[in-house]
């Protein structure tokens, strides 16, 4: 299995400021048809996991754009330009490559 | 709009049974693979299951297979998780996700407990 690992466990980010997270992977996620199957999610408290970023660094539907993501291979970063309030929860990076899917442990952001 | 509406969570004992029921609507259920991911109280996300979209290929975590079976319904736009032989460590919020995770349901919860 695939094994994803973030950092850091948490954040402390005063608002307005940047925040970034990494998420390593065990085994490239390039695929033979050229894309990269990194995805993010971002849980806000109380609610379902909800999409950020799709293939390294593609913003889904609705998604502001403070929110970039890079990296390619097994080396990759979720940016936020700059925090605001509703930013708050838990970030995970999750492979889509492999069957299982596997997720980071998660990130968590707070307000300072 | 996109919606996924999970149902069929609640209080079991160990070693029982339960049945999961993920509606969905909004889109074209019979184009898209679907999962089920579960998450412990205060722990992250667990993938469990997969289905793709005409049933041919199934997948299933190291921890459930054996115990849950994914299915689906076209007719009825749903899929399914039968979840037998429940331990306590299967207490969790267990979501559907449509394809790579795009979308989620609100979640329902299971507790496994005497």
């Known amino acids: 299995d695939i094994v994803m690992t973030q950092t850091p466990t948490s954040l402390s980010v005063t608002p307005g400021q940047p925040a970034s997270i990494s998420c390593k992977s065990s085994?490239?996620?390039?695929?033979?048809?050229?894309?990269?199957?990194l995805y993010w999610y971002l849980q806000k408290p109380g609610q379902s996991p909800q999409l950020l970023i799709y293939?390294?660094?593609s913003r889904f539907s609705g998604v502001p754009d403070r929110f970039s993501g890079s990296g390619s291979g097994t080396d990759f970063t979720l940016k936020i330009s700059r925090v605001e309030a509703e930013d708050v929860g838990v970030y995970y990076c999750?492979?889509?490559?492999?069957?299982?899917?596997?997720f980071g442990q998660g990130t968590k952001v707070e307000i300072k | 709009e996109v919606q996924l509406v999970e149902s069929g969570g609640g209080l079991v004992q160990p070693g029982g049974s339960l049945r999961l029921s993920c509606a969905a609507s909004?889109?074209?259920?019979?184009?898209?693979?679907m999962n089920w991911v579960r998450q412990a109280s205060g722990k992250g996300l667990e993938w469990i299951s997969y289905?793709?979209?005409?049933?041919?290929?199934?997948y299933y975590a190291d921890s459930v297979r054996g115990r849950f079976t994914i299915s689906r319904d076209k007719a009825k736009n749903s899929v399914y998780l039968q979840m037998n032989s429940l331990r306590d460590e299967d207490t969790a919020v267990y979501y559907c996700?449509?394809?790579?995770?795009?979308?989620w349901g609100q979640g329902t919860r299971v507790t496994v407990s005497s």
């Open positions: 996700a449509r394809g790579t995770m795009i979308d």
């Open positions: 909004g889109f074209t259920f019979s184009y898209y693979s």
């Open positions: 289905i793709n979209n005409s049933s041919s290929a199934i």
């Open positions: 085994q490239s996620l390039l695929h033979t048809d050229g894309k990269t199957y």
């Open positions: 293939e390294v660094f």
């Open positions: 999750m492979q889509g490559i492999h069957l299982p899917r596997t």
